[in-house]
C-alpha cells in the first residue's frame, strides 16, 4: 500500500477506522512538505520479482515505471527481499506472454523470439504488464493503443497505455481495497 499526493480539495487527516482494520484507529497527519491544497489517498500495490528477467530487467522496470506514471489507482513495485511477489517475471526464447492467475497476479515471459524480430523490449513489459493489470489484447490495433501488441509491427516503440487503457486499469482497481483483488493476500 503506497500513499500518493494529490493536488486539490482540503488538507486533511487520513484517519482509518478501527472496525475496518480489526484494531484501533489510527490518525495520520500529513506530511509537513504538503500544501493546504493537497490531500492524501492510498493505492493498492502489485508487487514484481525480476530474479529471473536477465537482460529485460531494465526494461521490465521501464514499462512498470510507465505505469506508475499512468494511473493512480495501483503501483507497481519491485517486491521486497525475502517476500514473495504477486508477478513473476522471466526471460524465455518464446514468444512475450502472460499468464494471470487472477487480477494483479501471475507470470509475464518476456520472449526472446519477439525481440530477435525487433519489436521494442520496453513495449513488450509494458504491453505484458497491461495484462496483469487487466488489460486483453486488442489486435489488430494502431501503435497509439499499447494493447495492439506485436500487431502494430516492429516499427511501433510506443510504450505508453492509450487514455481508454489508463482509464480501464483504474475501474480495474478503483475502490478494491488494497492487496484484497481477485483473491490477493
Not at 494529490?6 to 472496525?19: K, N
Not at 517476500?83 to 513473476?88: F, G, I, L, P, Y
Amino acid at each position: 500500500m503506497r500513499v500518493r499526493t494529490l493536488t486539490g480539495g482540503l488538507a486533511a487527516v487520513l484517519v482509518l477506522s478501527g472496525p475496518l482494520l480489526n484494531g484501533p484507529a489510527v490518525a495520520v497527519a500529513p506530511v509537513a512538505s504538503v500544501g493546504a491544497a493537497q490531500r492524501q489517498v492510498v493505492d493498492d500495490v502489485v508487487t514484481y520479482d525480476t530474479s529471473g528477467a536477465a537482460e529485460f530487467k531494465a526494461a521490465v522496470e521501464r514499462g512498470a515505471a510507465i505505469w506508475n506514471e499512468s494511473v493512480e489507482t495501483v503501483e507497481l513495485r519491485p517486491v521486497a527481499s525475502g517476500q514473495r511477489a504477486d508477478v513473476r517475471i522471466v526471460a524465455d526464447d518464446g514468444w512475450p506472454r502472460s499468464v494471470p492467475t487472477s487480477m494483479g497476479n501471475g507470470t509475464v515471459y518476456i520472449g526472446r523470439q519477439a525481440v530477435d524480430q525487433g519489436y521494442s523490449t520496453i513495449r513488450i513489459a509494458a504491453h505484458e504488464l497491461g495484462h496483469m493489470l487487466g488489460l486483453p489484447d486488442r489486435k489488430p490495433g494502431p501503435c497509439s493503443s499499447l494493447m495492439s501488441g506485436a500487431s502494430a509491427g516492429t516499427s511501433c516503440t510506443n510504450p505508453y497505455p492509450s487514455a481508454a487503457e489508463k482509464a480501464q486499469v483504474e475501474r480495474n482497481f478503483e475502490g478494491a481495497p488494497a492487496g484484497a483483488l481477485l483473491g490477493r493476500t
